[in-house]
Every structure is written in structure tokens, then in C-alpha cells.
């Protein structure tokens, strides 16, 4: 494997500059990001509730100040990315941890942005909201993307979830991630409390998957490259849903190996899909396995036209989206599915008439 390792040459040195870089960190605040012509027209939405459930929360059974800074240790970090397509999700996926959340005082809120400065339309409809929109600079990406089945996973926000590490602050030390295209349906401080085992992510694994089927055969047939499995048994697992121990992976220098792959992809088309095989060939067989319930994936039907799907068996904590079909989208075409209308209840978006 020791070619992978020197495969990006200089180009990646010339990118990890770009990325760790203080004056791209900085050079555009949430401010300065420009605004889409039809951001703030397109997108109304309801002020939500005063979650407040619980008299007492956080450590010590002492209530979370209205006022705190973003490395105290009581809170809890959630990333989600926030783009004009798949902002009424984004808005409903945190109405529902809101929601659900025993404590939603100690949740601390990370968007990650390319294209608009959504601030308003968030501050406005979650006026006591905890969180930081950052700015992610799609250039860092754009020329590592390859062309997928679905023209969504080829957009340069998507492979935001890689740079969390660089992207917030050091003091954050785990994150949750979540997908646009989800609801919670459960207090998320319990997938907080997760334990990793020491590993630097946890999700829920799907061990009966055929894994063989995310990748290419030019990239089976080719033991260099399989080699990168040899000694693990992985399983596929979605990356909607990732526990991350920022501190390891910052010491893994994770986001650089993601990038390699990535690299590799451009010239020899070893997968079909967007951002998720080269997580695949990182971390599958390295995974902290987190309960099913908690990624109840594929409600949106296979990457190709949209179909209804059923909820697998067990318990739920999560419901995802994840696949071409959107709840949104297919509500106001007056055709959903039946789970839709269980994201419909965490919709806080009013159409204008």
C-alpha cells in the first residue's frame, strides 16, 4: 500500500495547505458568504416551538445557561450542512432533535455552507438556537469529485462530513453528523453517549450487505488496491449517521487518506457512487457498531427513481431519507409514501401562496 500513500505527490500537499490554511479558515465568515438570488424568497418557514423538556439537564442535573461557549464540555455537537435543495430537510431535522431532545439546551448546532448564508432564515425560526454556520469552500473539492449515478452525490457540500476536523474548532472533540434528509425520533443524547471503543467512528454497520457491490471490478481485480482490506472484515455502513472522534481523527490524518482515494478514483473508476466508498475503504472493518435503530435508512428508495420503502425490522430512533425519493418533494407533488407523513410532522416550511 505504500504506493496510495505517495500516490497524490504534490497536488495533495498543495490541498492540505489550502485546507489548514488560518486565512481560508477565517477569509469568509458567514457574512461573506454569498447569497443565492432566491435563498430568502423561495424559503418561508414557521418559528418553532420553545423546546424547553426537561427542569433540570446536562451535567450534574444543573439546566444549560441560555449563554455558554462552544467548548463547554455539557454540550452536545451535531453537523448537518445546510444548501437552498435541501434546506426544508435540514430545518426538519432540527426541529425534530429539538423536539426529542431531553435537553435541547445542550445542543450545539454546526452548518456547514457553500453557496448561501442562511442565518437569517435559521435565527428566525429557531430564535434560541446554539450554533455556528462555517463556510466550506467547494474549490477544495471540485476537481477530486467524480461523475456518479445521481447528479446530487457529485455536489462539493457533500464531502464537507471529510473536513469537520479542520472545520471546527479544536475544542470540539466529538461530533454527531447528520444527513439533510433525516428525522430523530429519539433523545440524540443517547447516540451521543455511544461508545466508540476507541475507534474514530461509530455507525451502524449492515454486515449482510454484498460490500463487492460498491466497487468496481477493475478495483477487485486488482490486489494493490484490495490490499487496503486485507486484515479487517468490512461492512457497509451509511455515512448519514457517523459518530466522529474529531481528536483521533485529527491524529489519523483521515481526511488526507480520503483524499488519496479520491485521487485513485479520478484516474482508475474504482466505484459508482459519491462520497461514501472512499469512507468505505478508510474505516469499513474499523467502525464502532452503533444500533440500527438509530439510521433507519433508505426511505428515499434506490439512487435511480424514487420508491417506496418499508422500515427494517426493530426499533426506531432515526428515519432516513437517504436514496433519490425526498419526503418533501414527494408531499407536494401529492404523492407520498406512507413513512412520509411521519416526516411531515417535524415540517416547519409554509408555502406561499
Known amino acids: 500500500m505504500f504506493w496510495i500513500m505517495q500516490f497524490s505527490g504534490f497536488f495533495s500537499v498543495a490541498m492540505l495547505w489550502i485546507i489548514i490554511s488560518p486565512s481560508f479558515q477565517s477569509w469568509y465568515p458567514a457574512e461573506a458568504i454569498r447569497s443565492h438570488p432566491d435563498s430568502h424568497n423561495r424559503f418561508s418557514f414557521q418559528k418553532s416551538a420553545d423546546y424547553s423538556n426537561a427542569v433540570k439537564c446536562g451535567s450534574g442535573g444543573s439546566r444549560i445557561p441560555a449563554e455558554i461557549g462552544i467548548c463547554d464540555p455539557n454540550l452536545v455537537h451535531v453537523a448537518i450542512t445546510l444548501d437552498v435543495e435541501y434546506l426544508r430537510g435540514s430545518i426538519a431535522a432540527v426541529n425534530s432533535i429539538l423536539q426529542h431532545s431531553m435537553c435541547p439546551e445542550s445542543v450545539f448546532f454546526h452548518f456547514l455552507v457553500s453557496e448561501t448564508n442562511p442565518e437569517t432564515i435559521v435565527r428566525s425560526t429557531f430564535p434560541k438556537l446554539k450554533f455556528k454556520v462555517y463556510y466550506f469552500n467547494p474549490n477544495i473539492v471540485r476537481n477530486l469529485i467524480s461523475t456518479s449515478v445521481r447528479q446530487a452525490l457529485e455536489q462539493p457540500l457533500n464531502y464537507a462530513r471529510n473536513y469537520l476536523a479542520d472545520l471546527l474548532e479544536p475544542c470540539v472533540s466529538r461530533v454527531i453528523y447528520l444527513d439533510s434528509d433525516l428525522v430523530v425520533v429519539d433523545d440524540i443524547f443517547k447516540l451521543w453517549t455511544t461508545s466508540l471503543d476507541n475507534r474514530t467512528i461509530g455507525a451502524p454497520e ?42 483521533k481523527w485529527r491524529q489519523g490524518r483521515y481526511t488526507k487518506l480520503i483524499e488519496r482515494w479520491m485521487e485513485i478514483q479520478k484516474s482508475h473508476r474504482i466505484y459508482e457512487l459519491g462520497s461514501l466508498p472512499p469512507f468505505l475503504l478508510v474505516f469499513a472493518g474499523h467502525v464502532a457498531p452503533i444500533e440500527h435503530r438509530w439510521n433507519q435508512h433508505g426511505l428515499g428508495g434506490d439512487n435511480v427513481k424514487g420508491s417506496c420503502r418499508d422500515l427494517h425490522p426493530g426499533p426506531v430512533s432515526l428515519l432516513h431519507w437517504s436514496g433519490s425519493g425526498k419526503p418533501w418533494l414527494r408531499l407536494d407533488s401529492k404523492r407520498p409514501c406512507p413513512l412520509d407523513e411521519s416526516w411531515a410532522r417535524y415540517d416547519l416550511y409554509k408555502i406561499s401562496h
Open 206 to 247: 449492515y454486515c449482510h450487505a454484498d460490500f463487492t457491490k460498491y466497487f468496481t471490478a477493475s478495483f477487485w481485480s486488482d490486489e494493490r488496491l484490495t490490499d487496503t482490506f486485507s486484515g479487517r472484515k468490512p461492512c457497509y455502513f451509511n455515512t448519514g449517521v457517523m459518530v466522529i472522534d474529531l481528536v
